[in-house]
């Protein structure tokens, strides 16, 4: 899983044509460093990323039919919470 925020890659392409620069290659190796590879081994990356993809539209729809989002959405932080906080760059274990 690959992530960068649309606001970085903006600014990468801005600069990149500041510079002049049209190599395809030279621009995928700038949005390649610039992305965020979680190791296939971090379970703690893809709870976080099983975490995200839940939170959609039907999921909220279910949530406030049932009369309970206010209680789904507390779980859902503090479980993001507990991912996060088992990142390797959050918890020092890099």
Partial sequence: M?????ED?????KKLVEYGI????IIRQELEQKCWLPPE???AA???NDLICDI????????????NLKKWCEAVQVEMKMAMVQL???SGKE
Avoid at 22 to 25: A, N, R, T, V
Wanted: aromatic share 2%; hydrophobic share 35%.
């Fill in 2 to 6: 690959l992530m960068l925020t649309l």
């Fill in 9 to 13: 890659a903006v600014k990468v392409a």
């Fill in 22 to 25: 049209e190599d395809e290659e």
């Fill in 41 to 43: 081994k971090d379970e």
């Fill in 46 to 48: 893809k709870q976080l």
């Fill in 56 to 67: 959609n539209p039907s999921e909220i729809c279910n949530h406030i039919e049932s009369e």
């Fill in 88 to 90: 390797p760059c959050w």
